[in-house]
C-alpha cells in the first residue's frame, strides 16, 4: 500500500524516529545512491544489496540500564547479542516505537516507511554479522506487500540462532492481509523459537484505533499503546 499518504500525519515523529540514512559511494567516477524502498506497497526492493550501495545500519535505542529486563529462553547463537533486544519494522511500528521502548527498556528500534521484507531480511543479517543482533528479535514486517513460506525461511535462515523471535502479524486492508497471517502462523510452527504477538486479532476488535486507511495508528496513541503492551507481553512469556 502506499505509505506516503500516512508521512505527513506522523510528521512529528521525525525526531524521534531514526530511519535508514542514505548511504553515496563513488563507482568508476560516478554517484549510485541507493533509495530504501518505492512509495508503492507493492513496489518490489532489490533483493541483492550490493556493498557499494549498501544504506548505512542506524537504530534507534531507549535509554537502559545494565541489562534488558526481558528475558531470553534459550542460549544464543553466533552473531546475537545475548540480553538485547532489536525490533525491525515498517511505518507501522513507527506509530508504536515510543511504547514499545518503554515497555523493553534498552531496545533497539529500526523502522522505515515502506519497508519490505527482503529489505528487512538485509538489516538483519547485517546487524547479525557486526555483532549486533539482539539475542531476541521482534520483526513487524508484511504490511507492504504479499510474503511466501520461502521468505519466511529464508528470514529464519538467519535468525535460526536467536534465543526468541516475534513476528507480528499484519492487520491491512489489502489482500494479503489473510495470506501473509497464513504464512507467518505456519512459520511459527515450524520452527521452536519462533512466536506470533496476534495484532490482526487484537486489531480487528478495535477498529477505533486506526486512521483513514485502517492500518496506521496514531502515534503514541491507544492502539500503539496497546501493540506495544501486546508485543512485549508475548516477548516476556517466550
Known amino acids: 500500500m502506499d505509505e506516503d499518504a500516512t508521512v505527513q ?34 513496489s518490489t526492493p532489490p533483493h541483492d544489496f550490493a556493498a557499494t550501495n549498501r ?68 538489516i538483519l543479517q547485517v546487524l547479525k554479522d557486526e555483532g549486533q ?26 535468525l535460526g540462532g536467536a534465543s526468541l523471535v516475534v513476528f ?6 489489502r489482500p494479503w492481509q489473510d495470506p501473509n497471517n497464513v504464512v507467518l502462523a505456519n512459520g511459527a510452527a515450524r520452527y521452536p523459537n519462533v512466536v506470533i504477538a496476534d495484532w490482526a486479532t487484537l486489531a480487528a476488535a478495535n477498529p477505533q484505533w486506526f486512521g483513514p486507511d485502517g492500518t496506521h495508528l496514531a502515534i503514541d496513541g491507544p492502539g500503539a499503546d496497546a501493540l506495544a503492551s501486546l508485543i512485549a507481553s508475548t516477548l516476556a512469556k517466550g
Open 9 to 42: 500525519k506522523r510528521g512529528r515523529s521525525k525526531g524521534k524516529v531514526t530511519a535508514l540514512a542514505l548511504a553515496i559511494a563513488a563507482v568508476v567516477g560516478g554517484a549510485a545512491a541507493f533509495a530504501v524502498l518505492g512509495t508503492s506497497a507493492t
Open 55 to 122: 544504506p548505512e545500519i542506524t537504530t534507534h535505542s531507549a535509554p537502559t540500564a545494565s541489562t534488558t529486563a526481558t528475558p531470553t529462553t534459550r542460549p544464543a547463537g553466533p552473531g546475537f547479542d545475548a540480553g538485547k533486544v532489536t525490533a525491525v519494522g515498517d511505518s507501522v511500528m513507527l506509530d508504536y516505537q515510543d511504547p514499545l521502548q518503554a515497555s523493553i527498556p534498552g531496545i533497539d528500534v529500526n523502522a522505515a516507511v515502506s519497508r519490505q521484507w527482503a529489505e528487512g531480511e538485509w
Open 133 to 158: 543482533l539482539g539475542a531476541d528479535v521482534i520483526v513487524g514486517l508484511g504490511t507492504n506487500g504479499p510474503i511466501t513460506d520461502t521468505d519466511f525461511d529464508n528470514m529464519m535462515a538467519i
Open 168 to 173: 507480528v502479524n499484519v492487520h491491512v486492508d
